[in-house]
């Protein structure tokens, strides 16, 4: 996991495109952390797979330098919306806040009822009524986010 946090933390130049995060498997990873972190969500190892979720995010925000968060990435983080781990779906709120770019292109873009955007924006409203305190602040926060403009 920290040879995996080093290579997310590094940004790509004009002089190397290869030394950012640009080629980076994103979906596999968020998924790894995401999946892992659900089982054994304790200890050193739970710490650094949310830092690994939240590096995935930062290194996919579509700053320069990083890669751009596509349709599959968002999907995964709104799959584990629904987990039954409220520290998971906090992180993942958060995660999402920093991929805000990344949503509103998602969320222009649509057009089908059962699309990602409808998904994301679903999971999104109902985390403001989370059981967890923690998790609604998240939600309200994200929802709020002017560039996301959520539907429902």
């Keep these: 996991l920290d ?5 997310l933390k590094k940004r790509a130049t004009t002089d190397n495109l290869f030394d950012g995060p640009t080629f980076m498997p994103m979906e596999d990873l968020l998924q790894m952390s995401c999946e892992t972190f659900q089982r054994k969500p304790v200890g050193p190892v739970g710490l650094k797979l949310l830092s690994v979720l939240h590096e995935v995010c930062k ?38 806040l920093v991929l805000k770019a990344a949503l509103s292109v998602v969320i222009y873009e ?7 955007a409808n998904k994301l924006s679903s999971a999104v409203w109902l985390s403001k009524f989370d059981v967890a305190q923690t998790v609604q602040n998240a939600g309200v926060l994200l929802w709020n986010e002017p560039d996301c403009n959520f539907k429902i």
Excluded: K
Aim: aromatic share 4%.
């Design 110 to 116: 649509s057009s089908d009822v059962s699309s990602l």
């Design 3 to 7: 040879f995996i946090l080093v290579h």
């Design 59 to 96: 290194a996919s925000n579509g700053d320069p330098g990083c890669a751009v968060a596509g349709d599959n990435e968002i999907g995964v983080l709104v799959q584990y919306m629904t987990s039954p781990n409220d520290v998971l779906r906090v992180n993942i709120l958060q995660g999402l």
